[in-house]
């Protein structure tokens, strides 16, 4: 089973910047992988696609401001986050699309006003 390993979250002020990477332990070559995110109390959302290929979709919350990418050689997908916003803020998940994984631990994600 692949296990996925999300970091690069962190603190950062409303206009920043965040990359974030997630690993996989296997390969995710065939699939289509999605980041998500989840505030407290809420629940967890889509918000970017890419497949294989490396076609991208992404939630309106997001567009024009996150980048979703991979690199399958070394089973990573990442999300560049630009114009952070308050409401942005929440633990970041990576997993396929459709989620077929066990969710990992997530990287949390926190923008200050």
């Known amino acids: 089973q692949v296990q996925l390993v999300e970091s690069g979250g962190g603190l950062v002020q409303a206009g920043g910047s965040l990359r974030l990477s997630c690993a996989a332990s296997?390969?995710?070559?065939?699939?289509?992988m999605g980041w998500y995110r989840q505030a407290p109390g809420k629940q967890r959302d889509f918000l970017a696609r890419?497949?294989?290929?490396?076609?991208?979709d992404y939630a309106d919350s997001v567009k024009g401001r996150f980048t979703i990418s991979r690199d399958n050689a070394k089973n990573t997908v990442y999300l560049q986050m630009n114009s952070l916003k308050p409401e942005d803020t929440a633990v970041y998940y990576c997993?396929?699309?459709?989620?077929?994984?066990?969710w990992g631990q997530g990287t949390q994600v926190t923008v200050s006003s």
């Open positions: 997993n396929s699309d459709p989620a077929a994984y066990h």
């Open positions: 296997g390969s995710i070559g065939i699939d289509a």
């Open positions: 890419i497949t294989r290929g490396g076609s991208t």
